[in-house]
C-alpha cells in the first residue's frame, strides 16, 4: 500500500524559507505525478503544485508562482516544496499527494499524506 509522509513543516516569520520533504513508499515512485496542496483553517483543501512522474514538467498556483518551487528526487523516493518569501497567508496544513497527469483537482489524486503544519507569522 502506498503511503506518503511530510515533514519540514514549522514556524517561520514572513519573508522566511521552509523545505517541506514527502517521501513515498509501497509502490513505484517514479510512475506517479506528485502534487502539493494546502487546507488553511475552516478552508476547503486547495492546489499548490505538481510535477510529472520525471520531474520535467510543473505547474503552481498562481498564489505561490514566482516563490514555492517543487522538486523530485526519483532516486529517493522524495518529493520536495522550497517555500520562500513566505506570507501570513501561507499559513495552512500543506498535504503531499501521488496521482496521474499533475492534476490541480484534490479528488483526482489517489494517495495522501497525513499533512504539515506550516505557520507563517507576520
Known amino acids: 500500500q502506498v503511503q506518503l509522509v511530510e515533514s519540514g513543516g514549522g514556524l517561520v516569520q514572513a519573508g522566511g524559507s521552509l523545505r517541506l520533504s514527502c517521501v513515498f513508499s509501497?509502490?513505484?515512485?517514479?510512475?506517479?505525478?506528485m502534487g502539493w496542496f494546502r487546507q488553511a483553517s475552516g478552508k476547503e483543501r486547495v492546489f499548490v503544485a505538481a510535477?510529472?512522474?520525471?520531474?520535467?514538467?510543473?505547474h503552481y498556483a498562481d498564489s505561490v508562482k514566482g516563490r514555492f518551487t517543487i522538486s523530485r528526487d526519483n532516486a529517493k523516493n522524495t518529493v520536495y516544496l522550497q517555500m520562500n518569501s513566505l506570507k501570513a497567508e501561507d499559513t495552512a496544513v500543506y498535504y503531499c499527494?501521488?496521482?496521474?497527469?499533475?492534476?490541480?483537482?484534490?479528488?483526482?489524486?489517489?494517495?495522501w499524506g497525513q499533512g504539515t503544519q506550516v505557520t507563517v507569522s507576520s
Open positions: 499527494a501521488a496521482g496521474n497527469k499533475m492534476p490541480t483537482i484534490a479528488t483526482m489524486y489517489a494517495f
Open positions: 509501497g509502490g513505484i515512485f517514479s510512475s506517479y505525478s
Open positions: 510535477i510529472s512522474w520525471s520531474g520535467d514538467s510543473t
